[in-house]
């Protein structure tokens, strides 16, 4: 027996019932684009986190599947491109070109599973609508699915919460 390392959250019914609040979910190349996802070349990337709380910018990437360091970097200066027009990975827009990024972080293969606020069959109405959030787990947990993950070169380490294999997490470095 292993020790699930998600929570689906829940919420009241009308009727006094407890129902699912989220989901599991699969983004795929089908609904990947309604939910912040870009498709480029076939790879299906999306930002997550953001540095110091701010959602201007992502804090990291993700791409659906395990892929080369390479790809992701491409991959993540195309979707700051074309969601940000900002097709440089060293700074965010705005910030002060004289501070030097040293280089651009490694690219982690890990799992991960993904949860959509809310469940399909019961909308809540709530600021968190249509939302999902990505958990990091081994890839023998229910719903795991191979992820290829990098921290924006611009944000700190800590604040984008990307695996990191040299920490025992379920991850290894992308080649």
Do not use: K, Q
């Not at 299906?44 to 892929?67: E, K």
């Not at 910030?95 to 469940?119: E, K, N, Q, W, Y």
Request: hydrophobic share 40%.
């Amino acid at each position: 027996m292993t020790t699930t390392l998600y929570e689906i959250e829940t919420s009241e019914a009308d009727d006094g019932t407890t129902v699912p609040a989220e989901c599991l979910w699969v983004p795929s190349s089908e609904d990947a684009a309604d939910h912040g996802f870009v498709d480029y070349r076939g790879l299906c990337v999306a930002g997550i986190g953001a540095p110091n709380g701010d959602d201007t910018y992502p804090g990291a990437f993700i791409l659906l599947g395990h892929h080369r360091w390479a790809d992701i970097i491409e991959a993540a200066a195309a979707f700051m491109d074309r969601v940000h027009g900002w097709r440089n990975l060293h700074l965010y827009p705005g910030d002060d070109p004289s501070v030097l990024i040293p280089r651009i972080p490694r690219a982690v293969l890990t799992h991960g599973v993904f949860l959509r606020h809310p469940h399909p069959d019961h909308p809540c109405g709530c600021e968190w609508e249509g939302t999902w959030r990505v958990v990091w787990v081994p890839p023998t947990e229910p719903g795991a699915i191979p992820i290829t993950a990098m921290r924006h070169p611009a944000a700190p380490a800590a604040a984008a919460s990307v695996p990191n294999p040299d920490e025992g997490a379920p991850a290894t470095w992308a080649v």
